[in-house]
């Protein structure tokens, strides 16, 4: 049990700090009204942001140590990929909040609907239920890019868990298993159920686009979802690098971002039934099904609003990253793993009932 308190009190402190690090969307209880389209708005704030990085990639160096008096000696110009992916990365994939999602949510230009934390479908969820959520009360605004509605936070999803899994399939010369783990495994514990009690389905479609927009960047693989050769945004041209096709939304965007069709799955039963409550209108029958046709990935709800199903709990996802990794932990290991957590939901429990007695 004192493990169990620990770990929760690990959460609540970085929860203090950190009280942006994870939000939900409510799409259920939107205003009822036509949002103005902001694609391209977005789409000129990715265009400004590439001729920043691009600058910074084509930047060029001084020769360590050299000296001359007719002024600095530079290194010899040449594309980097490590010097382009860090000004990319720079300028998109900022750590707990992306830049695109902070520009969709402060600029007066994007139209947006918001809902507040007590308007919305989790109101009635306890500070030990869901530290994250209830303590910052951050819900995220809903957009529309090209007619379809998504929160803000997929923007951060999009480019900054996108490069997360980029990094983790090592530019996608590794299986991409291997990042649609990473996403499994942040929606299980940090960035989803153990913070939120919210393991949202949205938000991994959201970062195996963003895998595609980065592997896209050069090009260097296949798609990695339909593994089709794909053009790419930048080349080598006379030893700098330069942008040769534009960024467009379309490829990525679609129905299985909106979390009332793509809908989110609850850490139990008891949060369920608390959301259920809202009486929300899940509409999985619209998920754009054709485009996602690797049934195992895992990153579509077909059943609607329902319970974290046994696989995506920490302790199943230690078991599948050990099998990715050629290792084999004693099942002893995953039992307590197990027992560690149903103890925790337990005293998480408890606590929420003396809350909300008092």
Same mark, same amino acid.
């Given at each position: =049990?004192? &493990?169990?308190?620990?770990?929760?009190?690990?959460?609540?402190?970085?929860?203090?700090?950190?009280? &942006?690090?994870?939000?939900?969307?409510?799409?259920?209880?939107?205003?009822? +009204?036509?949002?103005?389209?902001?694609?391209?708005?977005?789409?000129? *704030?990715?265009?400004?942001?590439?001729?920043?990085?691009? *600058?910074?990639?084509? +930047?060029?160096?001084?020769?360590?140590?050299?000296?001359?008096?007719?002024?600095?000696?530079?290194? /010899? +110009?040449?594309?980097?990929?490590?010097?382009?992916?860090?000004?990319?990365?720079?300028?998109?994939?900022? !750590?707990?909040?992306?830049?695109?999602?902070?520009?969709?949510?402060?600029?007066?230009?994007?139209?947006?609907?918001?809902?507040?934390?007590?308007?919305?479908?989790?109101?009635?969820? %306890?500070? !030990?239920?869901?530290?994250?959520?209830?303590?910052?009360? +951050?819900?995220?605004?809903?957009?529309?890019?090209?007619?379809?509605?998504?929160? @803000?936070?997929?923007?951060?999803?999009?480019?900054?868990?996108?490069?997360?899994?980029?990094?983790?399939?090592?530019?996608?010369?590794?299986?991409? *298993?291997?990042?649609?783990? $990473?996403?499994?495994? @942040?929606?299980?514990?940090?960035?989803?159920?153990?913070? @939120?009690?919210?393991?949202?389905?949205?938000?991994?479609?959201?970062?195996?686009?963003?895998?595609?927009?980065?592997?896209?960047? $050069?090009?260097?693989?296949?798609? /990695?979802?339909?593994? #089709?050769?794909?053009? !790419?945004?930048?080349?080598?041209?006379?030893?700098?690098?330069?942008?040769?096709?534009?960024?467009?939304?379309? /490829?990525?965007?679609?129905?299985?971002?909106?979390?009332?069709?793509?809908?989110?799955?609850?850490?139990?039963?008891? $949060?369920?039934?608390?959301?259920?409550?809202?009486?929300? %209108?899940?509409? /999985?029958?619209?998920?754009?099904?054709?485009?996602?046709?690797?049934?195992?990935?895992?990153?579509?709800?077909?059943?609607?609003?329902?319970? =974290?199903?046994?696989? =995506?709990? !920490?302790? =199943?996802?230690?078991? *599948?990253?050990? #099998?990715?990794?050629?290792?084999?932990?004693?099942?002893?290991?995953?039992?307590?793993?197990?027992?560690?957590?149903?103890?925790?939901?337990?005293?998480?429990?408890?606590?929420?009932?003396? @809350?909300?007695? #008092?």
């Amino acid at each position: =049990m004192k &493990t169990a308190l620990h770990f929760l009190v690990a959460i609540v402190c970085s929860t203090a700090t950190l009280q &942006t690090s994870a939000a939900e969307v409510d799409q259920f209880r939107i205003p009822d +009204r036509a949002l103005r389209d902001s694609g391209f708005l977005l789409q000129e *704030e990715v265009q400004r942001r590439f001729d920043e990085a691009l *600058e910074q990639a084509n +930047r060029r160096v001084l020769k360590p140590g050299a000296r001359a008096k007719s002024g600095p000696i530079y290194q /010899p +110009r040449k594309c980097r990929q490590d010097k382009l992916y860090d000004a990319l990365q720079w300028q998109f994939a900022r !750590p707990v909040i992306g830049q695109l999602e902070s520009f969709a949510e402060q600029s007066e230009r994007i139209d947006k609907a918001v809902v507040s934390f007590a308007e919305s479908i989790y109101q009635d969820f %306890l500070w !030990p239920e869901s530290p994250s959520l209830v303590l910052s009360e +951050r819900i995220s605004a809903v957009i529309n890019v090209h007619g379809i509605e998504i929160g @803000t936070d997929k923007l951060g999803h999009f480019f900054t868990e996108g490069f997360s899994y980029f990094e983790a399939t090592e530019q996608l010369n590794k299986n991409i *298993e291997f990042g649609l783990h $990473l996403g499994r495994w @942040t929606e299980s514990l940090y960035f989803g159920a153990q913070t @939120t009690g919210v393991f949202s389905y949205a938000d991994l479609v959201a970062n195996l686009n963003g895998l595609r927009f980065w592997n896209k960047i $050069l090009a260097n693989q296949p798609d /990695p979802l339909n593994q #089709k050769a794909v053009s !790419p945004y930048i080349e080598c041209h006379d030893k700098e690098w330069r942008q040769v096709s534009q960024f467009s939304w379309q /490829p990525y965007v679609d129905l299985a971002w909106n979390e009332s069709i793509n809908c989110s799955a609850l850490r139990t039963s008891h $949060l369920l039934d608390k959301v259920a409550s809202h009486q929300p %209108l899940c509409q /999985p029958e619209l998920l754009p099904i054709a485009k996602y046709q690797v049934e195992d990935w895992d990153i579509l709800n077909l059943q609607g609003l329902k319970v =974290m199903e046994k696989e =995506m709990e !920490p302790e =199943m996802l230690v078991w *599948e990253k050990a #099998k990715l990794s050629d290792t084999n932990p004693p099942a002893s290991l995953i039992a307590k793993l197990r027992a560690v957590r149903l103890n925790w939901e337990a005293w998480r429990h408890e606590l929420a009932l003396d @809350t909300q007695q #008092k």
